[in-house]
């Protein structure tokens, strides 16, 4: 008998495609014994590219995945509207959950995520790849024994000069998405910096969201093209963001950058720099480990939770602070005030 995770695939788009089945392909612990997508296009794309999908079954309404007690786990891959509601059902029904972020919509939702998992006694993770960079990793560890010190203060951004993704798709239409770069880029680096911060509790958060761009466009474009916030924590500490899919700078560039007591780190693009005081200079260190995406591991550590009981990285409870900010910012910038948490 086998002991593979049997695994489903809620939505066949692009990310499922490059970002979770390109990695399911070279994982021997799970199985993918169905795809889900109201396009059935999609299904006949995957399977040709794909040949550990040949004997995976096909359907365009998620209850049937739910109804179907052989399968272990799913991984939602959908628009963010769906999150929520199909995690919940998914969970009721007696199933592992992974998700693609955002977590949801709003952090009322999350919440009602959480209680159902841990009612039915079930994993519920959302998508935090960049946990899993070579980058993180190395710098993880090098806070955990001290060598960063405290750290006090944050930048983290993730800028594109021109990179709506999917121009006309539900990524631009808020009631699909529920918001532009903020909810699509800055989830991986608000994460990203929290993670390394040691996930300290936000208590207020302060934003702007701006669409500049908007006269340019032909098609439905009612979200953000630019959001900048800040972000003070339970401990004292603070970070800044900026997030954008369209805006006039030179180059696109993602990165978080922390400020410690006994060195400061950035991990821009993917690779690590250190600075740290040598008699007085600031010296930049280079340990540059490299690597992108992270989607492989993070699937992995889904798996041995799941499959092994293995201490979960990730949280509901983080996915519910992170929406938290993400609405606060929206409510700072249409109030102009700073919202406690």
């Known amino acids: ?48 590219k794909y040949a550990f999908l040949a004997n995976a079954y096909t359907t365009t309404d998620y209850k049937d995945i739910a109804k179907d007690g052989s399968i272990d786990a799913v991984d939602i891959c959908t628009p963010n509207y769906l999150h929520s509601i199909i995690a919940i059902e998914m969970l009721d029904a007696g199933k592992h959950v992974l998700t693609e972020k955002p977590d949801a919509m709003t952090a009322a939702e999350v919440e009602e995520m959480k209680e159902t998992a841990e009612r039915n006694g079930k994993v519920l993770m959302a998508m935090r790849n960049n946990r899993f960079l070579p980058a993180t990793l190395h710098l993880k560890k090098m806070i955990e024994s001290d060598e960063i010190g405290e750290i006090y203060n944050a930048r983290c951004a993730w800028v594109r000069r021109r990179g709506v993704p999917s121009p006309g798709s539900w990524f631009a239409k808020k009631a699909e998405s529920g918001g532009g770069p903020l909810i699509d880029l800055g989830v991986h680096m608000i ?31 009612d979200v953000e093209d630019m959001a900048t916030g800040y972000i003070r924590f339970e401990n004292g500490a603070t970070l800044a963001l900026e997030f954008s899919w369209e805006s ?11 400020r410690g007591t006994k060195a400061g780190a950035i991990i821009q693009d993917d690779e690590l720099r250190l600075f740290i005081d040598r008699f007085g200079t600031m010296c930049d260190e280079y340990p540059r480990p490299r690597g992108r995406y992270g989607h492989d ?40 005030k700073e919202v406690l948490l």
């Open 297 to 336: 591991t993070a699937i992995r550590h889904f798996v041995d939770v799941v499959q092994n009981g293995a201490e979960p990285i990730f949280v509901p409870q983080q996915g519910i602070n992170m929406i938290k900010i993400l609405n606060a910012i929206y409510e700072s910038s249409q109030t102009g």
């Open 1 to 48: 008998m086998s002991n593979k995770l049997r695994m489903a695939v809620i939505g066949c788009g692009s990310i499922a495609d490059h970002a979770h089945l390109s990695n399911y392909q070279n994982n021997d612990e799970v199985e993918i014994v169905a795809l889900c997508d109201i396009d059935t296009k999609r299904f006949d794309y995957l399977k040709g």
């Open 191 to 221: 994460d990203l910096a929290m993670y390394l911060m040691g996930n300290p509790k936000p208590v207020a958060v302060s934003g702007m969201v701006f669409n500049k761009f908007n006269d340019k466009r032909e098609y439905t474009f």
């Open 248 to 258: 006039n700078v030179m180059v696109d560039t993602r990165y978080v950058e922390l």
